[in-house]
């Protein structure tokens, strides 16, 4: 009997075992808090990285993303200086090599490509070493012919760089001019849906530079007509839309479209063939 006393003691000391570890079970949400809080840190240190990505952004940015430039006007006085430079260079040019020509006259010419040039060139070369070969014409000149053409095209080339230089320029002020010419169209539209009268006068003004306007003889095109015939077929248009077509012959068939659709009068479209015999 007292060896099952002894027995029944130790059972209690597992249960308070039991409740040193359910007593250690409350310490885990302490770390879960723990970690809670360590969270706004890393939320602290993003608000920290957003705030220097901001200051990196230049103060010139607008809202709307565009680029405000503080675009200044070209020097005048060194622009017209540049053209009365140019001016008398085309006229001591003119003076020294007077070579005006149409422009079927320069189709007609033969110009000094890469192969017409290495021909020429390696021709003349033949054609100084072998000189009893040469007859209708002088050695020199052609020396000389060839020699004009390689200033001429050096010339050439450092006028095509400066004419790249300066319309490059002209493509950058053109740019940023359109851009801005556009954010004016977009405000002034706006503010003429919102009913502002003066706003839709200046828009009225500025919106026939986006449309096309078709000519009142022009045939409607093959693309037309089908995109009308579909929305004809889908009751997405009123009107008709007729096909008429008379098969070839002896010389060549005749074709009618009738398209009522596009505009609000018949648009006839006729083919000019010759006069079928019966």
Do not use: W
């Amino acid at each position: 009997m007292a060896k099952k006393k002894t027995v029944a003691k130790k059972k209690p000391a597992a249960s308070a075992k039991k409740t040193t570890v359910a007593k250690k079970k409350p310490a885990a949400p302490a770390k879960k808090t723990t970690s809670a809080q360590k969270k706004p840190a890393a939320s602290a240190k993003k608000t920290t990285v957003a705030k220097k990505s901001a200051a990196v952004v230049p103060a010139n940015i607008a809202d709307n993303g565009m680029h405000e430039k503080n675009i200044q006007v070209l020097s005048p006085h060194f622009m017209d200086k540049l053209k009365g430079q140019i001016y008398e260079l085309m006229n001591d040019f003119q003076k020294m090599s007077d070579n005006n020509l149409t422009a079927l006259q320069r189709r007609r010419k033969i110009g000094a490509g890469i192969r017409n040039y290495g021909f020429i060139d390696k021709a003349s070369d033949l054609a100084d070493a072998n000189p009893r070969f040469v007859q209708f014409f002088n050695i020199q000149d052609f020396k000389n012919a060839v020699r004009n053409i390689e200033m001429c095209r050096e010339i050439v080339i450092l006028l095509q760089s400066f004419t790249r230089m300066v319309s490059n320029s002209m493509m950058v002020y053109s740019d940023d001019a359109f851009k801005m010419a556009l954010i004016f169209y977009n405000m002034v539209k706006e503010m003429s849906r919102r009913g502002d009268p003066e706003a839709m006068e200046i828009f009225r003004a500025l919106q026939p530079f986006f449309r096309r306007p078709r000519r009142s003889s022009a045939e409607p095109t093959a693309k037309e007509i089908e995109r009308d015939l579909h929305a004809v077929l889908h009751g997405k248009a009123d009107g008709k839309i007729v096909v008429e077509g008379i098969a070839p012959k002896k010389s060549a068939g005749k074709r009618v479209v009738i398209d009522e659709v596009r505009r609000g009068r018949a648009a006839i479209k006729e083919t000019a063939e010759a006069n079928i015999e019966e």
